[in-house]
C-alpha cells in the first residue's frame, strides 16, 4: 500500500524527520487559509497523487503571493495529471499540499528499502537529488552509496560514517545532522513495516540542515494488520474501482487491453496463461487470479468484473487444483451463467483436484457456451479462435 | 535417491491442529509421509490424527526425533515459528503459510541461517520425493516417480510442469516449490546444486517469474556448474509494467527483473528455455534424447 506525500511528512515528524512545514488542502480557499497560517512570502503547492515525476507534469508550482496560492490550487485542484509513473491515462488531482518556500543549497537523495539479495534493508544516498535517480544509477553507479544495515544490529554509528563519507560531506555539524536524520528514517521504516521510503530531494539549506522536501512511503501489505494507523492512510481514490472490488473477494485482477478474458488459479499460472494465449497469436484482457480459497460464489464475481470489460471476446478459465478444487469451480461457473449473462464463449480447462467430478458437473449442465479443453495448449488454442469467432 | 525428503523423513507440523494444517497433514499422512506428531501450543499431551501434540517445538523433537517441520501458523506467527524450529535443531523448515510480513522472515531467515538450518517458502506449495515423502498442499497423484528434477517460484506452475512431464511418460525426483516472495529461504542457486548431485535425477525443469533477480543467478550458476540439462520457463513475457511509486527497488537489484532479461540470461548459460508452459513436456523429452 502506498501513501501519499503529505502522509508519509506526518509519519517523519512523528520520529523527528526534518521537513517543511505544510498543511494539506482540498479546496483553492483552504490552500489560501493554509498558506496565511504557514506565513511567509513564499509557497509550494503540490499536486497529491502516489506516483513520481509530479513536478515534471506541472503538479507542483512555486507561489508568490497568496493570490498566487489560490490561483495555483485551482488550476491543480481537478487536474489530471500525467507522470512517467502514471500510465498515458494519468491521475486525478483531489487535494494539494501547502508548503513552506524552503531555501535550497543542495539537492540529495535518500532512501531505504529491501535488498533481496543481501536479505536486509539498505540505505541509499547520492549527491544527484532531484535527478531522475534510476538515470543516475545506471549512467553513473558510482554516485549512489549503498549501506546495508542487519536488523540484529540496527543503525549503528559506522553505517552513519559511510554515508557521510560516501556523499562527500566534511563539515562536521552537517555530517552529525545528516547521520540522525538517516538513523531515524531507518527507524521509521523498520518501525511501520515499510517497503520503501524515498525522499528525492532531501535539501541541505543555506544554513546547513537538511529536510525532507518529498516523501514518498509503501508499505507492507501483510504487514498492514499491526499498523491500523497507517491502514487509516488508504487512499481508496488511488485505486482502481474493479481491481478493488476484486480484491474483496479474495480475486487479484489487472486490466490489460486485449480480448480473451482470463481466470486462473496462482498468479504464476494466470501469467503462464496469458504468455501462453500471447504465443499462440490471442491477446489478454486481463490477469485474473481466484486464489487459493476460490468457490462459487468468487468466480461468479470473477465472471461480473470480466464481463464489464466490453472488448472480452472469450474466456478462458484454466485451473490446476491444488488447495482449490475444480468442483468448486465448475459450480461457480453453472452459477455464473445463472448470475450474468455470459454471452462470450468460456473455455473450460480443469484439471487437479476433484478434476473429473467438475467435468462431469459441467458435462451434466450443458450449457451451449462452454466448450471443455484437454489441456493448457488445447484451451489457449480454442480461446484464441473462439475471440477470432472461429469455430 | 531424491533431495533433502525421502521416505524416512520424520516430520512434524507446525499448526498442526488448526483446519488448514490438519486438513493437509491428513493428506500427506495419506501420501505416505512419516509425519509424527505435531505442535500446537496448550495441547500438549493431546492426540491429533492418532499422533502426539506438543506445546513446542523442541518437546516435539526431543520426543520423536523429527528433523522436518511443515508449517502452517497464521501469517503473523510465521516468524517465530521459523526460528522457534531453528532454535530446536530442525534441519529444513517448509513454510506453507502465505501472507507472512517480510520484517519478521528477514529476522527468522537470518536465525536460521545462523542456526544452519534451511527452510523452503514462505508461501509455497512446500517440497514432494514423488511417491515417498510429500510435506506440502500439492495434488500429490499429478507427480510420477522419475528422473526429473523440478524447482518453481509459482505453485500452480509447479502442477503444471509436473503434470506435462509425467504426460510425456517421465517422472518427477524431488519437486520444489521455492515461493514468490521478497524474503525467501533455498532458491535455484542452492537447489540446482543438489540435484546436480543426486544420481537419480537426469534433467531440471526451473520455472521462474518476472521481479527479482533469483533467475539471473541462477542463470549464472548454472554455466559454471551444472552439467544435466535444464529446460527452464518464465511466467509474466505479456504482464503490465506496474504502475509504482519508487525507484528503489530497480536501483538494488540492478535490473528490471523482466521476463525477457531472464530468459537473454538463461539462454545464454545453455538453458533451453520455452515461451510457453504448454511447451515444457516436450522441450524435457528433447533434452533427455540428445
Known amino acids: 500500500m502506498n501513501i501519499h506525500e503529505y502522509q508519509a511528512k506526518q509519519i517523519f515528524a512523528k520520529y523527528g524527520v526534518p521537513t517543511p512545514r505544510g498543511i494539506i488542502a482540498n479546496t483553492p480557499e483552504e490552500a489560501l487559509i493554509n498558506a496565511k497560517e504557514l506565513g511567509g512570502n513564499i509557497w509550494v503547492v503540490k499536486a497529491q497523487i502516489h506516483a513520481g515525476g509530479r513536478g515534471l507534469g506541472g503538479g507542483v508550482k512555486l507561489a508568490r503571493s497568496l493570490d498566487e496560492v489560490k490561483t495555483l490550487a485551482s488550476e491543480i485542484i481537478g487536474m489530471t495529471l500525467v507522470t512517467h509513473q502514471t500510465g498515458p491515462e494519468g491521475k486525478l488531482v483531489q487535494k494539494v499540499y501547502i508548503e513552506e518556500g524552503a531555501d535550497i543549497k543542495d539537492e540529495l537523495y535518500l532512501g531505504v528499502v529491501l535488498d533481496r539479495a543481501k536479505e536486509m534493508p539498505i540505505i541509499m544516498a547520492s549527491t544527484e537529488g532531484g535527478m531522475e535517480i534510476e538515470k543516475v544509477a545506471h549512467d553513473t553507479p558510482e554516485k549512489i552509496i549503498k549501506v546495508a544495515v542487519d536488523p540484529a544490529i540496527g543503525f549503528q554509528g559506522f553505517h552513519g560514517r559511510e554515508l557521510v563519507f560516501g556523499l562527500g560531506i566534511t563539515n562536521p555539524d552537517e555530517q552529525k545532522k545528516l547521520i540522525n536524520f538517516a538513523s531515524k528514517l531507518y527507524k521509521v521504516y523498520m518501525d511501520n513495516d515499510a517497503e520503501m521510503i524515498e525522499i528525492n530531494p532531501l535539501i541541505k539549506t543555506g544554513s546547513g540542515d537538511f529536510l525532507a522536501l518529498d516523501g514518498k512511503m509503501g508499505f507492507d501489505d501483510s504487514a ?168 | 535417491m531424491s533431495i533433502l525428503v525421502n521416505k524416512d523423513t520424520k516430520v512434524i507440523v507446525q499448526g498442526f491442529t488448526g483446519k488448514e494444517g490438519t486438513f493437509h497433514a491428513e493428506q500427506c499422512l495419506a501420501y505416505g509421509t512419516k509425519i509424527v506428531g ?83 517458502g514462505p508461501n509455497c506449495p512446500g517440497i514432494i520425493t514423488a511417491e515417498e515423502c510429500k510435506i506440502g498442499i500439492m495434488p500429490g497423484n499429478i507427480f510420477k516417480k522419475g528422473n526429473i528434477g523440478l524447482i518453481s517460484k509459482s505453485g500452480t506452475l509447479t502442477y503444471e510442469g509436473a503434470n506435462q512431464v509425467c504426460k510425456e511418460g517421465f517422472g518427477i525426483s524431488t519437486a520444489v516449490g521455492i515461493g514468490g516472495d521478497p524474503i525467501i529461504g533455498l532458491s535455484y542457486k542452492q537447489l540446482l546444486p543438489m540435484f546436480e548431485a543426486d544420481p537419480e535425477t537426469k534433467a531440471i525443469v526451473m520455472i521462474g517469474e518476472i521481479g527479482g533477480d533469483l533467475e539471473i543467478q541462477a542463470a549464472q550458476f548454472i554455466k559454471e556448474n551444472i552439467t544435466k540439462p535444464v529446460v527452464a520457463f518464465i511466467a509474466g513475457q505479456t504482464a503490465p509494467k506496474g504502475k509504482r511509486m519508487g525507484h528503489a527497488g530497480a536501483i538494488v537489484s540492478g535490473s528490471a527483473g523482466t521476463a525477457a532479461e531472464k530468459m537473454e540470461a538463461l539462454k545464454a548459460a545453455g538453458v533451453t528455455v520455452v515461451v510457453s508452459p504448454a511447451e515444457i513436456g516436450k522441450a524435457v523429452k528433447e533434452a533427455l534424447s540428445k
Do not use: W
Open chain 1, 224 to 391: 498492514l494488520g499491526r499498523h491500523p494507523d497507517i491502514e487509516a492512510m488508504r487512499d481508496l481514490s488511488e485505486e482502481d474501482p474493479d481491481e478493488r472490488e476484486a480484491s474483496q473477494y479474495g480475486l487479484s485482477y489487472v486490466s490489460l487491453d486485449g480480448e480473451i478474458g482470463c481466470m486462473v488459479n496462482g498468479a504464476g499460472l494466470a501469467m503462464g496463461t496469458m504468455d501462453t494465449i500471447n504465443y499462440m497469436g490471442g491477446t489478454p484482457a486481463n490477469f485474473l487470479d481466484v486464489g487459493g480459497k476460490a468457490n462459487a460464489e468468487t468466480v461468479a464475481k470473477g465472471f461480473e468484473i470480466i464481463l464489464k470489460n466490453p472488448n472480452v471476446k472469450a474466456i478462458f478459465v484454466n485451473i490446476f487444483g491444488g488447495i482449490v478444487r475444480c468442483d468448486r469451480i465448475a459450480n461457480g461457473i453453472l452459477e455464473a451463467t445463472n448470475l450474468v449473462d455470459v454471452h462470450v464463449p468460456v473455455i473450460v480447462r480443469l484439471d487437479g483436484t476433484n478434476a473429473t467430478e467438475a467435468i462431469e458437473i459441467l458435462r451434466n449442465a450443458n450449457i451451449p457456451n462452454i466448450i471443455p479443453a484437454i489441456d493448457l495448449a488445447d484451451g489457449a488454442a480454442k480461446a484464441v479462435k473462439a475471440a477470432k469467432g472461429e469455430k
Open chain 2, 38 to 120: 505435531g505442535v500446537t501450543p496448550n495441547k500438549g499431551g493431546q492426540e491429533h490424527l492418532g499422533l502426539p501434540v506438543f506445546n513446542t517445538v523442541n518437546d516435539a523433537v526431543k520426543s520423536t526425533g523429527a528433523t522436518v517441520s511443515m508449517i502452517f501458523v497464521p501469517p503473523a506467527f510465521v516468524g517465530d515459528a521459523v526460528m522457534e524450529a531453528a532454535e530446536a535443531g530442525i534441519e529444513l523448515a517448509v513454510v506453507i503459510t502465505e501472507g507472512a510480513p517480510v520484517r519478521d522472515m528477514q529476522m527468522a531467515k537470518a536465525y536460521a541461517t545462523k542456526k544452519g538450518m534451511k527452510t523452503i
